[in-house]
């Protein structure tokens, strides 16, 4: 198998590819990533984790040309045949994320002269929906690749509330699609106690983006419990964009003492120190992992403006919890809080012992199984062809309009999608 994708910062879809690597090392399978950016750009334990067990490439090692545009442009770039060959010789599957690296995916299996198939994995539920028909012309030929030349088998859906999202908004069936649990963690034993020791601890892990909106809204929650002699700290780990404007409301509402953001936590201290906290809010894969540690764990729903959520995950892991616009009640996440706090010793024990049982489907070797099975799919026959220069033309003059233009749809996805599930 071969993934593609940018650089291994820490998040959720580059933590899950060193999953899925060192699972596929332990069947003796082989696996290798092409980064298209510098080494220096992903985060170096993780880059040290998956040379572990994966052959890690960079544009430099298959491509002709200069530095920088065998990174930005891989597409107009000449392929280096031999150590292509040298490099990929074993791969069976390409999987991608974005669609310009299915893009690429696809030459490289041209140029390998091997039948290789295409697999998208759908691993933000707006990924191909921001912007409708309002998008420049390489990304609608980005959708037209993967909605309508690559078999619907190709299409990796992380759960099934994630593919009826898809079947309403594209008016297509996608019967033959997969939808499995995305791997997040390995079964553990697990140590559980009822104790709380003032103050209680939330954590919250990710990357500080604006659809996370949990990290702004746990701001109010925090300052309401205070006000009401709540002794509570809450932990932000994660870098972002968004990191300053937190820090700011944080200092607004007067709580440095209260809220710290803890900067990135390395994906080798996510168990230890996750498991040191009371409460986790968050979303994506972070929640499955905290939920296999035990720790009582709310939904942080993107999108979500108001501090509601749908609960514990350990009540709705069977849907896409991120989700904003389910057909589930909503509750306060305040209440949430007061209620564990004033829980017996014993219902404390018996809501992180559910918690433990949700994780079930999110083993790395029920997803590795499933996703291995894509190899066999067969390709078209016929070749997806279309003009790599307009398209390199078309990505470069889009990025100066999303740089320079605030209205760009790139920029306001999450605003302008907050309800278009609710339609």
């Not at 930005?72 to 280096?80: G, K, S």
């Not at 990929?88 to 299996?109: E, F, W």
């Not at 990191?243 to 209260?258: G, P, Y």
Request: glycine letters at 6%.
């Amino acid at each position: 198998m071969l993934f593609i994708y940018g650089a291994l910062t820490v998040g959720g879809i580059e933590t899950f590819f060193v999953r899925m690597a060192k699972e596929r090392f332990k069947n003796n399978l082989h696996t290798s990533i092409l980064l298209l950016s510098k080494p220096e750009l992903s985060n170096a334990e993780l880059l040290s984790e998956m040379k572990k067990y994966a052959n890690v490439i960079f544009p430099k090692d298959i491509f002709h040309g200069p530095a920088l545009l065998c990174r930005r442009l891989p597409l107009l770039c000449q392929v280096d045949e031999e150590r292509l060959v040298a490099n990929l010789k074993s791969i069976d599957q390409i999987h991608v994320y974005h669609g310009m690296h299915a893009l690429l995916g696809y030459r490289l299996a041209q140029k390998l002269k091997k039948t290789i198939p295409v697999t998208v994995g759908f691993y933000h539920y707006i990924k191909y929906l921001w912007g409708g028909d309002n998008v420049a012309w390489h990304e609608k030929l980005n959708r037209k690749f993967i909605f309508k030349y690559l078999p619907e088998e190709s299409l990796s859906f992380f759960s099934e509330g994630n593919r009826e999202l898809y079947i309403k908004h594209k008016k297509q069936k996608f019967e033959k699609s997969n939808t499995f649990r995305l791997g997040v963690i390995d079964k553990k034993i697990i140590t559980l106690s009822g104790d709380i020791v003032a103050p209680v601890k939330i954590a919250a892990v990710g990357r500080l983006v604006e659809f996370k909106t949990y990290n702004f809204y746990m701001i109010d929650v925090i300052k309401e419990l205070r006000l009401k002699g709540v002794d509570i700290q809450f932990d932000i780990y994660g870098s972002g964009q968004l990191k300053h404007q937190i820090q700011e409301k944080i200092n607004k509402a007067n709580l440095q003492d209260r809220i710290a953001l803890k900067g990135t936590l390395d994906y080798s201290s996510f168990d230890s120190t996750v498991s040191n906290y009371d409460l986790f809010i968050g979303s994506g894969t972070a929640i499955i992992q905290a939920s296999s540690l035990g720790v009582p764990s709310i939904v942080g729903v993107e999108n979500m403006i108001e501090p509601n959520t749908y609960g514990y995950f350990c009540d709705v892991w069977q849907h896409e919890y991120n989700l904003k616009g389910l057909n589930l009640p909503l509750l306060k996440i305040e209440d949430i809080i007061n209620e564990f706090i004033s829980m017996e010793k014993d219902k404390r024990v018996e809501l992180k012992d559910k918690h433990l049982d949700s994780i079930d489907m999110f083993t790395n070797e029920s997803c590795q199984n499933s996703m291995d099975v894509l190899k066999h799919i067969e390709m078209p026959l016929d070749d997806f062809k279309f003009n790599k220069y307009f398209y390199e033309l078309s990505r470069i003059f889009d990025w100066f309009n999303i740089k320079y233009n605030s209205k760009h749809p790139r920029r306001t996805q999450f605003e302008d999608y907050r309800n278009i599930n609710e339609d």
